[in-house]
């Protein structure tokens, strides 16, 4: 097999869309998941969600997936795009008149369109929640722990950390955080514990434009509700031919399944986009 | 009422049906030759009949053209039944017009309303480069079927008599379907990727079915859809407007089996 058909042909470019965009439908499957964590109220849903985030980011065999996942958005993107260029030289002229609304969806025409929408709302989305997860600029997640005392209730804000059952880790001075999440003795080289970025605030800050647990809220809030409803439903469209249409492209048809197949895809491009468009729009509400 | 009224009844109908005519005007794409600069020109045709087909309306509007002393319109015909796949246009923004499951041949007037404009373009495509007015050079599609669309048998005595294969009925049917495609291009014409997707997958199909076609299927697919690609034809991104459009109503489902026998191709190939 040459290196040309594989990555050249019509056809073998096909395949590599329908592979990888079935893979990212995958992986929109276990985002939603992640992000409907958002619902669950109050101090639960904090650490349930920073600790979903923290797992996403060291357990090996979910960073070898958010590997593909990189490669897969990328290879998708690139080869759409290529298609897409090579499609609009394949007629240079137009049409003076053209009904194309009689035979085909608008949608299947405009896959290229919505997907290089989808890859601004990625770009966007990476800078503002993956990108401060990654490379630094959120807060460790803390809490107010009150003790009853025999001189009336004390309060304390201490470091929520994976060992909660131990003494808890007060926010004091004589507490050193190092590599980002480490909590150390200051200035000795004695870790006493491991804390958890508070990705949670931040994103609950970003979206209902209040401060969340001395996280500034975003002024703009409303209008990243609005832009990211937007996205999903770009999403639900592109999904609603690319579902289906990534079984085509490998073949798989058959009189009995098809039929299926179209209808969980229309499903999938609802459902899917719907739920991740609701959690903003909750925050923002709430 | 005896028969004699009733024969009369008959006629004066049928003539009443025949002599519905229409008055049109038409926009036409008119191009010297390959290299010159093309454009939509207007024409107004009146006393069109109804049950003219549209090449018929055409010989018309070229016969007014010709008592003006103007140059006649450039379009492709042959059998005018259906069957050879030479007539092309686009009409009205769809290949053979607006009508399904027929050829421009086949396209009858009727289809058409009093004073209606009507837009005639030929098939769009990179690889079908107009050669004048609204013909178009298909001969990629004969470049294709070249590469890879045929049978080898040995024709020098001793032929084996094509009846004494068994084939099941079911693979049979579906050979013949994909068969009828006559290769007129109205699949790419359609396409917004101008791909050639349908036609090929029928040719491939036709003999990917059939016990015969066995022996080369692998480097049919292969060679028929390098010489698609080489020949500039678009990619197929499934919008399915090759089958709404196809006057044969080739089947989308071809295009998923060669999409099967190239998989199995590509991975067999050395
Ligand atoms: C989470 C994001 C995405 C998902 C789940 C997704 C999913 C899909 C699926 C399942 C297909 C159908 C493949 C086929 O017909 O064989 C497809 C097609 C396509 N996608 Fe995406 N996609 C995503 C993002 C993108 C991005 C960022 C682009 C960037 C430009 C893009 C461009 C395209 C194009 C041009 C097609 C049509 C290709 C064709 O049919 O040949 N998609 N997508
Ligand atoms: S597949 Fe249909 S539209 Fe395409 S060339 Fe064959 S008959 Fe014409
Ligand atoms: S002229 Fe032969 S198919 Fe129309």
Redesign the interface.
């Known amino acids: 097999?040459?290196k040309s058909?594989?990555l050249?042909?019509?056809?073998?470019?096909?395949?590599w869309m329908a592979l990888t965009g079935l893979f990212l439908c995958l992986f929109l499957v276990g985002h939603l998941l992640g992000n409907l964590q958002l619902f669950i109220a109050g101090e639960e849903g904090r650490r349930a969600f920073n600790e979903y985030a923290y797992f996403m980011q060291h357990n090996p065999f979910i960073k070898v997936m958010s590997y593909v996942t990189y490669l897969s958005i990328l290879f998708h993107a690139i080869d759409g795009i290529m298609?897409a260029v090579?499609?609009k030289?394949?007629?240079?002229?137009?049409?003076?008149?053209?009904?194309?609304a009689?035979?085909?969806?608008s949608v299947?025409?405009k896959?290229a369109v919505l997907g290089t929408i989808i890859l601004l709302f990625i770009v966007t989305h990476m800078v503002n929640f993956w990108a401060k997860m990654h490379f630094g600029g959120l807060k460790l997640h803390k809490y107010e722990l009150v003790t009853p005392g025999q001189m009336g209730e004390q309060k304390q804000m201490v470091y929520y950390t994976h060992t909660p059952s131990v003494n808890p880790i007060p926010d004091v001075p004589q507490i050193e955080v190092k590599n980002e999440l480490d909590l150390y003795i200051a200035k000795s080289n004695l870790k006493v514990a491991e804390g958890y970025k508070d990705l949670h605030s931040n994103v609950v800050a970003f979206f209902s434009g209040k401060e969340t647990n001395g996280v500034e809220g975003n002024k703009l809030a409303l209008v990243a509700v609005i832009l990211y409803t937007l996205s999903m439903a770009v999403l639900s469209f592109h999904l609603m031919?690319g579902f289906s249409?990534a079984f085509?492209?490998?073949?798989?048809?058959h009189k009995r399944y098809t039929p299926s197949i179209e209808l969980i895809g229309k499903i999938f491009a609802i459902v899917v986009p719907a739920l991740f468009a609701i959690i903003p729009i909750y925050l923002f509400v709430k | 009422m005896g028969l004699t009224n009733a024969y009369c009844l008959m006629t004066k109908n049928l003539k009443k049906m025949a002599s519905k005519t229409i008055n049109i005007n038409l926009k036409i794409w008119r191009q010297k030759n390959a290299n010159s600069k093309g454009s939509m020109e207007t024409y107004k045709l009146d006393n069109v009949s109804t049950d003219s087909s549209f090449l018929e309306m055409l010989d018309q509007l070229n016969e007014q053209l010709i008592n003006e002393r103007q140059e006649p319109i450039a379009f492709d015909h042959d059998c005018r039944e259906g069957i050879c796949g030479m007539c092309s246009l686009f009409i009205n923004g769809e290949a053979h017009g607006p009508d399904r499951a027929v050829t421009t041949c086949q396209l009858h007037m009727r289809k058409f309303k009093d004073g209606e404009t009507i837009f005639v373009e030929p098939f769009r495509a990179k690889a079908f480069p107009v050669i004048k007015d609204l013909v178009v050079d298909r001969s990629s599609f004969d470049r294709i079927q070249q590469a890879g669309g045929f049978v080898s048998v040995n024709t020098s005595g001793r032929t084996m008599d094509a009846n004494a294969i068994p084939i099941p009925k079911h693979d049979a049917d579906k050979a013949f379907e994909a068969a009828a495609c006559i290769g007129c291009g109205a699949c790419v014409a359609s396409c917004v990727n101008a791909s050639a997707m349908l036609f090929v997958a029928a040719k491939v199909s036709q003999y990917a079915l059939l016990p015969q076609g066995k022996v080369e299927a692998r480097d049919r697919v292969l060679n028929m859809v390098r010489t698609m690609d080489e020949e500039g034809f678009g990619n197929c991104t499934n919008t399915g407007a090759c089958a709404v459009e196809c006057p044969k109503e080739i089947s989308l489902e071809n295009i998923a089996r060669m999409n099967r026998e190239y998989l199995k191709g590509m991975l067999s190939a050395e």
């Open positions: 097999m040459s058909v594989l050249k042909s019509s056809i073998a470019k096909k395949y298609l090579q499609n030289k394949a007629r240079p002229v137009q049409y003076a008149m053209n009904n194309a009689s035979n085909s969806s299947a025409r896959m031919h249409s085509q492209s490998l073949g798989i048809r």
